[in-house]
């Protein structure tokens, strides 16, 4: 980052619990100046009772994209040195369960609303000549498991997204890096649930007997095996905001790693096995 006398500024997505919320405690603890924002607005007013400068963003709505960085800019002189886009939700069920409105929910959150947010911060940090932009992916953008193929949907194509945009802005000073998180510590798994009892029908799928094993397993609380906590994302995320050579991609957590290798080696149909058995106890 520019070296200068006051604190870095960072505008943080999807800070009410989880990833969000470590990232935007452990930042403000190195000195950061850190903006935390909450699609609800009880969230925004609990984080500012706690002495944040927080505010309501809720991606899949363009005003309140809008409203929220206005808020911000207002606050930092109209400049921002770094934007972490963590805001994201899961959506589970079959493919063929997706409805149209369903999936196009999905994308407005994790992708749409992610892409219009980094479009209207470009162009400070290009009159800046710096800023780093951070993308929280997943190990689902890049390896498709079953019954997540919303979420996949929108992942490979944050992921895609971001591989453009990383080329497009290089010589310009603004660093963008994606983190690919796999099972973390958060309320993810409980707002899947509430996505998935709100849009699929599961009575009338041919999914119905898988789906009562997904569900147990939703509303379980439980994490898989190699679950790690928020903190181990905040770790990469500070390397990719605070080094001077930031990485394109940062893997967090054994899922992650070995399924990256996995993908390099395997051929496809040897590659669909091996997934379809590491989630062979989920559906059943």
């Not at 960072?10 to 619990?17: P, R």
């Not at 998935?196 to 997904?214: E, G, L, M, P």
């Not at 397993?217 to 095996?225: E, Q, V």
């Amino acid at each position: 980052m520019v070296n200068r006398s006051e604190p870095p500024t960072i505008l943080i997505t999807g800070c009410s619990s989880g990833i969000g919320a470590t990232a935007a405690e452990g930042l403000a603890a190195r000195g950061w100046r850190v903006f935390p924002t909450a699609r609800r607005r009880e969230d925004t007013h609990r984080l500012r009772g706690a002495g944040w400068e927080a505010h309501t963003l809720d991606l899949a709505d363009s005003a309140s994209i809008e409203a929220g960085l206005t808020a911000v800019l207002e606050r930092t002189g109209g400049t921002l040195d770094a934007l972490f886009n963590n805001g994201a939700y899961g959506q589970p069920g079959a493919v063929e369960d997706l409805s149209r409105e369903t999936l196009r929910s999905q994308l407005e959150t994790n992708l749409l609303g992610t892409h219009e947010l980094t479009r209207q911060v470009l162009p400070l940090m290009r009159q800046q000549g710096h800023g780093r932009i951070v993308q929280n992916s997943s190990v689902l953008g890049f390896i498709a498991l079953p019954y997540r193929g919303a979420y996949v949907c929108s992942k490979f194509a944050l992921e895609g997204l971001t591989d453009t945009l990383r080329q497009e802005l290089a010589g310009t000073g603004i660093h963008v890096s994606l983190i690919q998180p796999g099972p973390i510590r958060s309320r993810f798994r409980d707002n899947a649930y509430a996505a998935f009892q709100a849009r699929i029908d599961t009575r009338n799928s041919a999914h119905a007997t898988t789906y009562r094993a997904v569900e147990q397993r939703l509303a379980g609380g439980g994490h898989t095996p190699f679950t790690r906590d928020a903190d181990a994302v905040l770790v990469k995320l500070i390397h990719a905001l605070e080094s001077p050579r930031p990485k394109a991609r940062y893997h967090v957590t054994v899922p992650t790693h070995l399924f990256a290798a996995l993908k390099r080696i395997l051929p496809t149909r040897w590659l669909d096995r091996t997934l379809l058995a590491a989630t062979a106890s989920e559906r059943r």
